[in-house]
């Protein structure tokens, strides 16, 4: 009994209340609005395909790696030991920005991480899911931006 009252509380503090999942339009139009269509030279399609599968287009999620050390953190899992927080954070940033439906701290920080040596190959995930998907094209179907 103890222990699901604690769990059911932790729950409550990993996830903002009025957290939601955004649709794909919404997120592939935030981040046009951004900047990020060809930011760098990844088209928008690259974006909205590793939104999803970074997070299933929740920009509030978080993702504790214990394997790994680290924590990934909203719609892009931006790692807590690099990116925020009080370690190297190079983002300037806090990782709870992050967490937000805005989503401008986050496309701030994408941009920052995309600029680096390995481009968007700093997601292992684009690399699997988007990098060389024949299909992209499918991420802004019926979007209007």
Aim: aromatic letters at 12%; one cysteine or more; glycine letters at 10%.
């Amino acid at each position: 009994m103890k222990a699901s009252v604690v769990l059911s509380l932790i729950g409550c503090l990993v996830v903002p209340s009025g957290a939601r999942i955004l649709g794909r339009c919404t997120v592939a139009k935030k981040l046009y609005q951004g900047g990020l269509s060809y930011f760098e030279g990844y088209s928008l399609e690259n974006w909205v395909c590793l939104a999803y599968f970074e997070s299933k287009f929740n920009p509030t999620a978080v993702y504790e790696n214990t394997r790994e050390g680290y924590t990934g953190f909203g719609l892009f899992q931006i790692r807590s030991n690099d990116w925020c927080g009080h370690g190297r954070s190079r983002c300037h940033m806090e990782c709870s920005a992050l967490l937000n439906q805005n989503l401008q701290k986050t496309i701030e920080c994408v941009k920052t991480i995309v600029k680096g040596k390995d481009g968007m190959g700093s997601w292992p995930t684009w690399s699997r899911f988007c990098q060389y998907s024949d299909t992209l094209e499918r991420w802004l179907d019926g979007c209007k931006l």
